[in-house]
C-alpha cells in the first residue's frame, strides 16, 4: 500500500505515442502531462477514440510512449524493454479489467493465487494471501466456487481479489464496470473506495461519466490530449 500521501506514484511528461498504420501515422497521444500521488483516485474519461486506452496501457506498463517520460513509484519506465516492463507490472501495479479474464475450470482461490506461482512463494503462503484478498473484496463464502457459479459482479470482485494479492503500490481498472448492472457496477465502486480509504492508489479508466463521478479527480481526454480536469487531490 502507499505510504506518504505527498509521495508522487505516476509522473507522466509529454507523453506522445504514434500508431503507424501503412501509409498512415495514427497520433493517438499529442503531448500527456499528469502526476499521480499514493493514496489518489483518478478517473480518466474519454470516448471511443480519445486516447484514454493507449494512455491506460502507458501507464500500466504494457505499451511504451513514441516520446516522452514516464516514471513509475520513482523508476524510469518510459524505455525498458518488454521483458523489464513485464517485472515492473508485476511489482507495482494490479489490473482489473472489464472481462473478468477467470480460468474457468479454476476456483476462485485458485484464480486469485495466479500472480503469486512465479513469486518464489510456498503454496501454503500463496494459498493464504489468496484467501485473505477474497475476504479483503467479501467473498470468504466462495473460494471454492467455479467462475459459472459466481454472478458477474462476484467474478469482478475475484479478479479485484487477484489484482490485490501481490500488494501493489497502483491499481488501475481498465472499464471495470463495462459487463456489470448499475447495482452491481455501485457495488464495485463502494469496494473501489474502501481500498483507496486504506491508502491504495487508484486510476480509473471509464467512457461513463456516473462511474467517472465515483473518483475525487477527473482528468477528460479527446483526440490525444488533457481537456479537462475536475475535483481535487
Not at 499521480?36 to 500500466?60: N, P, Y
Not at 473478468?100 to 493465487?113: D, H
Not at 471454492?144 to 491499481?171: C, E, F, M, T, Y
Request: proline residues 2%; contains cysteine.
Amino acid at each position: 500500500m502507499s505510504g506518504s500521501n505527498h509521495k508522487i506514484v505516476i509522473s507522466a511528461r509529454d507523453l506522445t505515442k504514434v500508431y503507424h498504420m501503412g501509409d498512415v501515422d495514427v497520433h493517438a497521444l499529442r503531448g500527456v502531462t499528469l502526476e499521480v500521488q499514493a493514496g489518489e483516485f483518478i478517473a480518466i474519461l474519454g470516448a471511443s477514440g480519445s486516447g484514454k486506452s493507449t494512455l491506460m496501457h502507458i501507464i500500466g506498463c504494457l505499451d511504451r510512449p513514441s516520446g516522452g517520460e514516464y516514471v513509475l513509484n520513482g523508476e524510469q519506465v518510459s524505455h525498458l524493454s518488454r521483458s523489464a516492463l513485464a517485472g515492473v507490472r508485476n511489482r507495482f501495479i494490479g489490473f482489473v479489467f472489464q472481462g473478468f479474464n477467470l480460468l474457468a475450470r479454476t476456483s476462485a482461490v485458485e484464480n486469485v493465487e495466479l500472480p503469486l506461482i512465479y513469486s518464489g512463494l510456498g503454496t501454503q503462503e500463496r494459498h493464504r494471501r489468496a484467501r485473505e484478498a477474497l475476504e479483503r473484496v467479501g467473498l470468504a463464502d466462495r473460494m471454492d466456487h467455479h467462475p459459472s457459479q459466481l454472478s458477474g459482479g462476484q467474478q469482478q470482485r475475484v479478479a479485484i481479489a487477484r489484482s490485490l494479492v501481490n500488494k501493489p503500490a497502483l491499481l488501475l481498472a481498465d472499464e471495470p464496470t463495462g459487463n456489470l448492472d448499475t447495482k452491481t457496477s455501485l457495488e464495485i465502486m463502494d469496494l473501489f473506495h474502501e481500498l483507496n480509504a486504506e491508502g491504495m492508489t487508484i486510476v480509473l479508466i471509464t467512457h461513463e461519466a456516473d462511474i467517472g463521478a465515483h473518483a475525487r479527480r477527473r482528468i477528460t481526454l479527446r483526440d490525444g490530449l488533457i481537456v479537462g480536469e475536475e475535483g481535487t487531490r
